[in-house]
C-alpha cells in the first residue's frame, strides 16, 4: 500500500511538471499568434479560431495544475498529521492505563449517534459511535 501511494504521488508530481511545461509552451504559442495577428500576417478569422482554441487549452491546463498542486499539498498535509499522531502515540507507549489525560491528547472528538432499532427484553438496538482523533481524523478499523 505504501510502495502503491508512492507510485501514485510520483506519477502525480510527473504529470504536473508535463503540465508546466506545455502551460508554458502554451504561453510563448498565445503570444506569439497575437503578435502574427497583429502584424498582418494571419487572417482574423484564423488568428480568433487559433486564439480560442489555444486559450481554452491553457485553461484547462492551469485547472489541473491548480488540481494536482492541491491533491500534493493534501498529501503532504496527511502525511505531516499521521507523523504528529505517531509522535503522540510513542508518548504513550506502551499504555497500561488510559487516563483522561491520554483522551484529551488523542482524541478530537466522540460522535455519539442516535438509536436505531427498538430495545426490549430479548433484543438490544444500535448506537454508532464514532472516535475522531487529534490529526488523523476517524480511523476505519
Known amino acids: 500500500m505504501i510502495n502503491e501511494k508512492r507510485e501514485a504521488n510520483t506519477s502525480v508530481k510527473k504529470n504536473l511538471e508535463k503540465l508546466k511545461r506545455r502551460d508554458c509552451d502554451l504561453k510563448v504559442v498565445i503570444r506569439k499568434v497575437v503578435e502574427q495577428n497583429a502584424l498582418g500576417e494571419i487572417p482574423p478569422a484564423i488568428f480568433t479560431d ?69 430495545s426490549n427484553r430479548w433484543r438490544k438496538n444500535n448506537q454508532k459511535i464514532e472516535f475522531h482523533y487529534r490529526f488523523v481524523g476517524e480511523l476505519n478499523v
Open 50 to 118: 487559433l486564439f480560442d482554441t489555444y486559450k481554452t487549452e491553457q485553461e484547462s491546463v492551469t485547472a489541473q495544475i491548480r488540481a494536482f498542486e492541491t491533491e500534493i499539498a493534501t498529501e503532504a498535509k496527511n502525511k505531516d498529521n499521521a507523523q504528529r499522531f505517531m509522535e503522540m502515540i510513542r508518548k504513550y507507549k506502551p499504555i497500561q492505563e488510559l487516563s483522561r489525560e491520554i483522551l484529551l491528547d488523542l482524541i478530537e472528538k466522540i460522535v455519539v449517534h442516535e438509536s436505531t432499532g427498538e
